[in-house]
């Protein structure tokens, strides 16, 4: 297991680009160390939009397999809202 990502409080088009650049910085830091599951932790997400989704959900189609930790209201509800509250609950785990 690696030491999660941390997403941030904004995780909206505002944000994306910023998140998603240190996001694939540890990722590849992650797959050096062999990491087999990759955890991020959403729980510190207290606004969300479509981007924020859309960057998470970009995931799903990289060969790098990982999990939702402890995703905020705010998060959950997002994805529930869009019709992924399934496909959340499937990536995610309360640790």
Same mark, same amino acid.
């Given at each position: 297991?690696? /030491? #999660?990502?941390?997403?941030?409080?904004? $995780?909206? *088009?505002?944000? !994306?680009?910023?998140?998603?650049?240190?996001?694939?910085?540890?990722?590849?830091? /992650? #797959?050096?160390?062999?990491?087999?599951? $990759?955890? *991020?932790?959403? !729980?510190?997400?207290?606004?969300?939009?479509?981007?924020?989704?859309?960057?998470?959900?970009?995931?799903?189609?990289?060969?790098?397999?990982?999990?939702?930790?402890?995703?905020?209201?705010?998060?959950?509800?997002?994805?529930?809202?869009?019709?992924?509250?399934?496909?959340?609950?499937?990536?995610?785990?309360?640790?």
């Amino acid at each position: 297991m690696s /030491q #999660a990502f941390e997403l941030p409080e904004e $995780l909206t *088009i505002y944000s !994306a680009v910023e998140t998603r650049d240190a996001l694939l910085a540890w990722v590849t830091g /992650q #797959a050096a160390k062999s990491a087999k599951l $990759l955890d *991020i932790s959403g !729980a510190k997400v207290r606004e969300v939009d479509g981007s924020g989704l859309q960057l998470l959900a970009s995931l799903s189609h990289t060969d790098q397999p990982w999990r939702m930790v402890n995703p905020s209201p705010a998060l959950t509800e997002a994805c529930a809202h869009i019709g992924l509250g399934a496909w959340l609950q499937q990536q995610s785990v309360t640790v």
